[in-house]
């Protein structure tokens, strides 16, 4: 809501500096935006009687206008003639600057006259569209004055954000009552009187069928109304507040309406058929060009204003082009009314149509203004446009006054700050809220343009308002309880710092899929959008590895060729009958891995991942994780594995298809993994166990066995472990070796081996038994031969 | 050996020995001459052994004398040590030496999102005033977004949420704001309830600076016997010092939520220029949080008896945070994943 500061001072008197003003009002819950000054680029323009008009020498369509600016006598070349000697314009010399033109204006010749400046169309004012016409003053004012303190053009407007409950303070006069409890000034209604309700006028019926939808309606006829420019001021005004000027009869309904918040619409008398009007729900297939040219399909759902034929208005939302009124029409039917809150919402929202009507009647207009606004309406129409007051038919009637009770314990209870029932009477007076202390409590009449307060809480802010939020002190409630992270929390960071300390960027990135990526991975099902924003999201991704491989393409084309990234999110898959969110946690490892000299040159691979998860199951203090079959797409079917936790597989790891590597632009192998974090995070263990430390030193062994190159290391290693038992300290693979001399398909395994126990040293016997033990097991298990000790 | 041949013996060996040690210029070399000085077969251990064959008389004084020739030997040894450790430590410096402004070899570098450290940061300074961490699903249903939380059906609110819908049966969406795990919380927990709630959201908004369909939100929820506006106030102002430093001032002023009631806005004193107004605050003031009592409806909706409790929320959006934190002029880098942008905001957390 856009206020002019000079609109609002007719109603209240505000002593503020603008800046001050607009601090109070955003602490008392009316939140200025910012404060604008619409002809900030207006300067130099005065105020200047015109002498003389003649034709210029030397072009038809010129003339040649000579005005008295005050100090001196100038000549101006004109492109229009409305003005006539005697008559005041505004005149702008050489230097000065105009909203409407780009550049500060210089002495130029125009077809062999020189042309001092020129004199000003409303539009070049920046007040209206109006360009036809050069603006002709309607007050006195000296020449040499300053123009733009003449027109009013000085105005300071507060942009205002309307909290989404507050109905009331979409006019000015809602904003001045705001302003009158916050300063104490005086309210003032100027211009406005009671409705003269004159005799129905003769032919006009009014019936409304749908009464709930529309408790009220105010139709009055004003005959005789004769089109033109509406006054200067209000113009001004209207184009402060943010709504273009266009003639006096359509800019009397918005000013009437931006004045008291009160939505009003005038139909071309002559136009309806009829002439009565009825107020129904649309029939089914029913059309209406609304008065945007666009035709529009109205819904069973929706309430239209009709004639005896057809519908000539969307209720609350926009007029038809029918009955539109035009600089022709003469008679008048001026519609007041309220309409049901949520239905214009419905039907505002379904023809996807905004309009400032519906944004008050959504919100709820005061049942009791409608008379009021009709009135000013129709003092405005008779002022501007010569229109006379016919009469009118009120149908329905406003609702009794809501009360609500509040209890002054209970404000101070939830403020925080000790009221007394008198104090509580008087906040909630300064806002214009009636209130009678009663037994048990108080009993506020709740005003009826304060549709947002229904409830006990609903008054006790508004004393909090009323009495100031400043007042309330700071305070620490007395909380008997240890703040923290549950144990799986926790863990979840640690997962998070797990990587991070392993040297991969975190990064987030948004869990939409483009249709060609959300079969990403072919065993999980995608949730498409309903309501997409674009192609980009047309659902929600089954993984994060899309995202990371995104964020990789992105490194690699910036030369960061070293990529090491880790996301932790949640994942949406559908299930049978319910959709599954999962969160995951999934690393990106490709390019070299280093990227600065003395950096490692090695390219990252599928190990890189591996024991990136050992790390984290390792550093999670989860026991029992294995590999175990090729997963499938999107993986590389030679390089990747199945992650298992005791047996229940949790996710993947290895390298992607170079496939997918390729369609991300990545030149590389593409190491990654992708692990669910609930599994994960559930495995980890309990707090570790001491185990003894000895203080022996160990019997060493290397051994190496030649075995089938296709079985798995990670096999072999578990047998070793099973098989060296307690006396095996330490186990470690140290040299895998294929090739000549081995025989083709046979592979070398070399193991560096550590025996050591914690109460003594052992001896050479018990060590050659051990190794023979676990040669044997090797051979039994997998025909590995014992090659060298 | 009688005992003029046991001087005279000494007398050689001290002069040769001092000599070898003296003019040793290595510690191999001095380790040598210390052996064939001092050592098992040294002239003065050979005389020492053939003690036995000295007149009586004479072995008290043969004796001192080989006493003082190896005390002798050893103090040369140990001085010529000394002055040749002296020169090999010298040498060092140009025997053995390296540019040290070469790059060192870092473990890979690797760090936190700047949305995970400032979130965590929001978080703790809660958990250490005694509130635990609560959490809820993203995709969520119209209920626990919307219904519950006091937001009327077809109520202009709901408008402008600018809901993204799944394409699945049920009424489901993806949240909008962290508020549904209030209501989670508050079903599932008697009071007193203090708890912080971190999550991802989503708004069906078109990527720009200042806006993105995913955006990261914590809020508090208190609810106890006699909790007050005041309380809150003092709670976020307890925050905002642990957040932004101890000199924190925090302003409250009417705002409207659907799912409070007195609604609030809070400001906190511009942490960028310490309140005295700048480019980024204007008046020296930054709007950082909304936040009010929580409705009763809420109460009436979990089954919570709104007479005997009152209770506080507020909320506010990380990202704004970090933007403001560490001066980032777009929205849209913290979802890129360039590593050139991590880097420069990595924290350890
Ligand atoms: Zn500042």
Known sequence: ?789 | MNDVQAMERLGEARGQGLAAIETASSLEELRAAEVAALGRRSPVAEVQRSLGTIDLADRPRIGREVNRVFEDLRAAVAARRVALEAEAEADVALTDRIDVTLPGRRPPPGGLHPLTSTMRAVVDAFISLGYRVSEGPELETEWYNFDALNFPPDHPARLTQDTLYPDVPGDLLLRTHTSPVQIRTMEAQEPPIYVVIPGRCFRRDTPDATHLPVFQQVEILAVDEGLSLADMKGTLEAWARAMFGPDQRVRIYPDYFPFVEPGAGLDVSCFLCGGRGCRVCGNGWIELLGAGMVHPALFENTGIDPERYSGFAAGLGIERVAMLLHGVPDIRMFYEGDVRFLSQLARSA
């Open chain 1, 1 to 789: 809501m856009r206020v002019p500061l000079g609109w609002l001072g007719e109603f209240v008197t505000v002593a503020l500096a603008p800046e001050d003003l607009a601090e109070r009002m955003t602490m008392h819950g009316l939140p200025v935006d910012r404060i604008v000054r619409p002809w900030e680029g207006l300067s130099g323009v005065v105020v200047a009687r015109v002498l003389e008009v003649r034709d210029h020498p030397g072009a038809d369509r010129l003339c040649v206008a000579r005005v008295d600016a005050g100090s001196e006598e100038r000549e101006v070349v004109v492109g229009v003639r409305n003005m006539g000697s005697g008559d005041l314009v505004p005149y702008a010399p050489p230097g000065a600057t105009l909203p409407g033109v780009d550049a500060p204006l210089e002495r130029r010749e125009i077809r062999g006259v020189a042309s001092e400046g020129m004199l000003c169309s409303p539009k070049e004012l920046g007040i209206s569209g109006d360009h036809d016409r050069i603006l002709v003053l309607e007050d006195a004012a000296d020449p040499g004055s300053d123009a733009a303190a003449t027109i009013g053009l000085g105005e300071v407007v507060l942009d205002i954000e309307v909290l989404a409950n507050r109905a009331d303070l979409l006019s000015i006069l809602g904003v001045a009552r705001e302003v009158a409890a916050m300063t104490g000034e005086d309210l003032r209604l100027p211009g406005i009187s009671a409705s003269e309700a004159g005799p129905a006028p003769i032919g006009v019926t009014v019936e409304v069928a749908d009464p709930d939808r529309c408790p009220r309606y105010l139709a009055t006829v004003v005959r005789g109304v004769t089109a033109g420019s509406s006054p200067l001021r209000a113009q001004v005004r209207l184009t402060a507040a943010g709504m273009r000027p266009r003639w006096n009869v359509v800019d009397a309904t918005n000013y009437a309406m931006l004045e008291l918040g009160q939505p009003l619409h005038a139909f071309d008398l002559d136009r309806l058929a009829g002439p009565g009007i009825v107020v129904r729900r649309a029939s089914p297939g029913e059309r209406l060009v609304t008065l945007d040219d666009v035709e529009r399909r109205l819904a069973e759902d929706d309430l239209v204003i009709a004639d005896r034929e057809r519908a000539v208005a969307v209720a609350g939302v926009i007029g038809g082009a029918d009955t539109e009124v035009s600089e022709e029409t003469r008679d008048i039917l001026l519609e007041a009314a309220v309409f049901e809150p949520r239905g214009v919402f419905r039907t505002s929202r379904r023809l996807g149509l905004r309009t400032e009507a519906s944004m008050r009647f959504d919100r709820g207009v005061d049942p009791e203004a409608v008379a009021e606004a009709a009135a000013r309406a129709t003092a405005l129409l008779a002022e501007w446009a010569g229109g006379k007051g016919a009469g009118s038919v009120d149908v329905g009637e406003p609702p009794g006054r809501r009360t609500v009770a509040i209890r002054p314990e209970r404000a101070s209870a939830l403020l925080g700050v000790e009221l007394t029932a008198s104090e509580v009477r008087e906040a909630l007076g300064r806002l214009r809220i009636p209130a009678r202390e009663e037994a048990g409590g108080i009993v506020a009449e709740i005003p009826p343009y304060r549709v947002d307060v229904t409830r006990e809480v609903d008054l006790v802010e508004e004393v909090g308002r009323s009495v100031g939020y400043g007042l309330v002190p700071s305070t620490l409630p007395g909380i008997r309880q240890a703040g923290g992270l549950s144990p799986e929390q926790r863990l979840r960071r640690r997962l998070a710092d797990l990587l991070a300390g392993a040297g991969l960027w975190e990064t987030y990135s948004f869990p939409f899929a483009a249709d060609e990526d959300l079969p990403f991975v072919p065993g999980r099902e995608p949730i498409r959008m309903a309501n997409p924003i674009s192609a980009d999201d047309a659902g929600l991704q089954t993984s994060l590895l899309p995202g990371l491989l995104r964020a990789a393409q992105r490194n690699v084309a910036q030369r960061t060729t070293s990529v090491r990234l880790f996301e932790i999110a949640a994942t949406f898959r559908a299930g049978h009958p319910d959709p599954v969110e999962e969160e995951r946690v999934a690393a990106l490892l490709t390019g070299p891995v280093g990227q600065e000299w003395p950096a490692e040159r090695r390219e990252h691979d599928v190990l890189d991942a591996t024991g990136l998860v050992e790390h984290v199951v390792d550093g999670l203090g989860a026991a029992g994780m294995g590999l175990g079959e090729v997963p499938g797409p999107p993986w590389h079917p030679g390089r990747s594995a199945v992650v298992t936790i005791a047996g229940e597989p949790i996710g993947e790891v290895g390298e992607l298809h170079p496939r997918v590597s390729r369609r991300f632009d990545l030149p590389g192998r593409v190491a990654a993994f992708e692990l669910r974090v609930g599994p994960l995070v559930a495995a980890a263990g309990e707090a570790p166990r001491y185990r003894d430390i000895s203080r022996f030193p160990p019997v060493h062994r290397d051994v190496a066995f030649v075995l089938d190159a296709s079985v798995p290391a990670g096999d072999v290693r578990a047998a070793l472990a099973e098989a060296g038992g307690d006396l095996l300290d330490r186990g470690v693979l140290f040299d895998v070796f294929e090739g000549a001399p081995l025989p083709q398909g046979k592979r070398s395994l070399a193991f560096s081996l550590d025996f050591r126990v914690p109460d003594r040293t052992l001896t050479d016997p018990e060590v050659e038994d051990r190794v023979r033990a676990i040669a044997e097991r090797l051979r039994g298990e997998f025909g590995a031969e014992l090659r060298a000790g």
